[in-house]
């Protein structure tokens, strides 16, 4: 079964750089999504298609991927930014979707 | 604006049947490729399945731990979209939520407990 592999947890200083991996094998011709989740809410999507913004997500989320890696980036994060992300995307067949386990943002 | 209302979830035994709804509104619902994805509690993300447009051949696709035990439906004329659950497990207990794939937008969720 496909797999996408993010680190469990990623800490920061408020104002500094966050950056969050996502790997997948099949990523390279496959696009990534990303999701924050706050506790007790619903999932938010922050990026769509490797890098695109959605309306309304703050400039400072922003989304790139090379190869078999893609990444979420959080620049002068926000004690509001603590959250889970997750990363979501699709097997080689792009029938199969999947969630990465999800990486814990502290900011502290 | 974009609603999705998920309802349907409640108490059930293993082995026992359960059909989730969710209600669209706000979009086109026949032209949305529609997903479920459930979170066991204190747990990550889960994909459970996707139903594409009647358009694009209304193909279904189901994660591997729900396969064949689940099934996804969605009536375009009423805007609804169902997952039917049959042979319940004690590890299907999560929060269901329904997706729009691609849109990012998604319900409230609805709760199973697969209990004895």
């Known amino acids: 079964s496909y797999e996408l592999t993010q680190p469990p947890s990623v800490s920061v200083s408020p104002g500094q750089t966050a950056r969050i991996t996502c790997s997948g094998d099949a990523l390279p011709k496959k696009y990534a999504y990303w999701y924050q989740q706050k506790s007790g809410q619903a999932p938010i999507l922050v990026i769509y298609?490797?890098?695109e913004r959605p309306s309304g997500i703050p400039e400072r989320f922003s989304g790139s991927s090379s190869g078999t890696m893609a990444t979420l980036t959080i620049s002068g994060a926000q004690v509001e930014d603590e959250a889970d992300y997750y990363c979501y995307s699709t097997d080689s067949s792009g029938n199969l979707y999947v969630f990465g386990s999800g990486t814990k943002v502290t900011v502290l | 604006e974009v609603q999705l209302v998920e309802s349907g979830g409640g108490l059930v035994k293993p082995g026992g049947s359960l059909r989730l709804s969710c209600a669209a509104s706000?979009?086109?619902?026949?032209?949305?490729?529609m997903s479920w994805v459930r979170q066991a509690p204190g747990k990550g993300l889960e994909w459970v399945g996707r139903?594409?447009?009647?358009?694009?051949?209304?193909?279904?696709d189901y994660g591997a731990p729900v396969k064949g035990r689940f099934t996804m439906s969605r009536d375009d004329s009423e805007n609804m979209l169902y997952l039917h659950m049959t042979s319940l497990r004690t590890e299907d207990t999560a929060l269901y939520y329904c997706m729009i794939e691609g849109d990012g937008y998604w319900g409230q969720g609805t709760l199973v407990i697969v209990s004895s």
């Open positions: 298609e490797d890098s």
């Open positions: 139903i594409k447009s009647e358009a694009d051949g209304g193909t279904r």
């Open positions: 706000g979009f086109t619902f026949k032209n949305s490729w």
